[in-house]
Nanobody, 115 residues
């Protein structure tokens, strides 16, 4: 079964950190990796992107300098390190890639930043 499974979300205080994982199964995760997020009442937005070989990374202005995307081919995974979290980072975070003509989305993981 082709799927992406996210994990690592949770409740964290402002200024804290979380590391999200996105692990692929049923295919080789060797195309781009993207993290999106969707807050209640808002559209889904692209947060970070990593290229096929990991040499190019891009970030939304709102997370630049605080979030880091990376990948591990041996583990068939992409990660999102989130530091100095803010209230406005609260959202469901989704992982996305592409394989053999199809977009593949994970089910999402909830990140809540609250004091």
């Amino acid at each position: 079964q082709v799927q992406l499974v996210e994990s690592g979300g949770g409740l964290v205080q402002p200024g804290g950190s979380l590391r999200l994982s996105c692990v692929a199964s049923g295919f080789t995760f060797d195309y781009y990796g993207k993290w999106y997020r969707q807050a209640p009442g808002k559209e889904r937005e692209l947060v970070a992107r990593i290229s096929n070989y990991g040499e190019v990374t891009e970030y939304a202005d709102s997370v630049k300098g605080r979030f880091t995307i990376s990948r591990d081919y041996a583990k068939n995974a992409v990660y999102l390190q989130m530091d100095r979290l803010k209230f406005e980072d609260t959202a469901v975070y989704y992982c996305k890639t592409w394989d053999r003509g199809h977009d593949i989305w994970g089910q999402g993981t909830q990140v809540t930043v609250s004091s």
